[in-house]
């Protein structure tokens, strides 16, 4: 064999070796739409996975309440203290931001725009296996302090 055959032979290992692992590797990034939690009434999360113990990630939403247009966008950093296997514990901890808009319903009044800051702390269980499942249990602390109970689905990529 001459040396361009041997360049051939291990590149083409390589390769074999690369798919291979990357086709085994667990996914490190998830997508998922919250319900009654960090986005309120619902929000789109996102989320990418460090290490096995530690991950990154923000929830963002828009919805109308009672007339009023909610945004709001609560990014978190994860840990898990405890994984076995596909379950997990987890805490996250993140600040959110809140803009609320109520709109004048009468011309005399230019309506209500307000901005505000708060923690979010949440802990509870997940399920990753390609899909993703949370249900947790948080509290919101800003103007006031708030408990709260939240569920997530999603997938993995």
Known sequence: ?????????????????????????EPRHAVYVDM???GGLWGLGYEYEAT???????????YFAGGDH???????VAAYPLVRGHHRLFVQLGPQVVRRVTPSPVPEWGGM???????ELSS??????????????????????????????????
């Open 1 to 25: 064999m001459n040396v361009v055959a041997h360049a051939r032979t291990g590149l083409a290992l390589a390769l074999v070796c690369l798919l291979g692992r990357a086709a085994s590797a």
């Open 36 to 38: 009654l939690g960090k």
């Open 52 to 62: 096995p113990r530690l991950a990154f990630g923000a929830v963002g939403s828009y």
């Open 70 to 76: 909610h945004l709001s966008l609560s990014p978190y």
């Open 113 to 119: 725009t307000t901005t505000r800051v708060g923690a």
């Open 124 to 157: 509870g269980y997940e399920y990753r296996n390609h899909v993703l499942v949370r249900v947790y249990g948080m509290a919101s602390v800003g103007e006031h302090a708030s408990p709260w109970l939240g569920v997530s689905l999603g997938w993995m990529r």
